[in-house]
């Protein structure tokens, strides 16, 4: 008899894994049912046919576009929408600060080594905006022991899957741009409006930027990029004749700490 419910309860959690695994795969997809009857098909899922698309996306920061105004601008507009908290307004603490995009000094951005001596003054002085890098050899990845975090082949895009995350922070620190954000507490409070598009996170979980995924599913441009005045651009850098790739052929552009390996898919016109 007890074994009996033991084999009960495995099964049913099986079942409840399984669900969660499944439903957090499917989010911007459209299921289609083959065959004659539901309960013997299995389901194909197909893109949205206004869906943006790329094999690798990308995107160039034109520094020379961009202030203090500006940047502010850009992490309203993701933030907003991506129910980003802010702990500091909400409870006056930084050490909670949860960021998606946010504005640093060249010098932090860079590091010394990427210095040149005879860089224009002007990067002394301007405040960059930073993400996460959507890396093409992406440590984080490595790191995430649940697979929690993913690179998606279809397109380079690092997401995360809130589900899967346990808090563990391995990603946290196998990122070398400080580019993730871990919910001491709730964040639930220190959203002002959430917005019911976009999931909410909890207590535990990492999050980061994930390049507006759920937005390009839909036809539109990331928010920041949209925000910028063309300050931003975001493409396919695959794609020889994109617009991002033209750019990067005309303007000199730098990404961060090239030297690691990673990577990156964001560059910076200085």
Not at 201 to 221: H, P, Q, T, W
Request: aromatic content about 8%; charged content about 25%.
């Amino acid at each position: 008899m007890m074994e009996n419910s033991r084999r009960s309860f495995l099964k049913i959690a099986g079942y409840s894994i399984l669900g969660v695994s499944a439903g957090s795969m499917l989010i911007g997809m459209t299921p289609k049912l083959t065959g004659a009857s539901s309960k013997t098909a299995l389901p194909e899922y197909i893109k949205r046919p206004e869906a943006k698309t790329a094999t690798r996306w990308g995107m160039v920061i034109d520094t020379r576009k961009i202030d203090h105004e500006m940047n502010e601008k850009l992490q309203e507009a993701c933030h907003e929408i991506h129910n980003v908290p802010d702990h500091i307004a909400k409870f006056d603490n930084k050490n909670h600060e949860i960021k998606w995009i946010w504005a640093t000094e060249f010098k932090h951005a860079f590091p010394s080594d990427q210095d040149d001596q005879f860089m224009v003054d002007r990067l002394a002085h301007v405040e960059i905006p930073v993400l996460c890098n959507h890396c093409d050899n992406p440590p984080c990845v490595q790191a995430c022991p649940t697979k929690a975090t993913f690179k998606r082949e279809s397109d380079g895009i690092v997401l995360m899957d809130f589900h899967r995350c346990i808090g563990c922070r391995f990603c946290m620190a196998a990122c070398p741009y400080g580019a993730r954000s871990f919910n001491f507490r709730d964040p639930r409070p220190a959203i002002e409006k959430i917005d019911m598009a976009f999931p909410t996170r909890m207590k535990g979980v990492v999050e980061k930027c994930n390049f507006c995924a759920e937005r390009l599913a839909k036809g539109k441009e990331p928010a920041c990029v949209e925000a910028s005045e063309g300050a931003l651009v975001f493409g396919d850098l695959n794609d020889p004749e994109s617009e991002i790739r033209k750019l990067l052929a005309e303007q000199f552009a730098i990404r961060r700490k090239p030297n690691l390996g990673t990577f990156p898919s964001v560059f910076y016109i200085v």
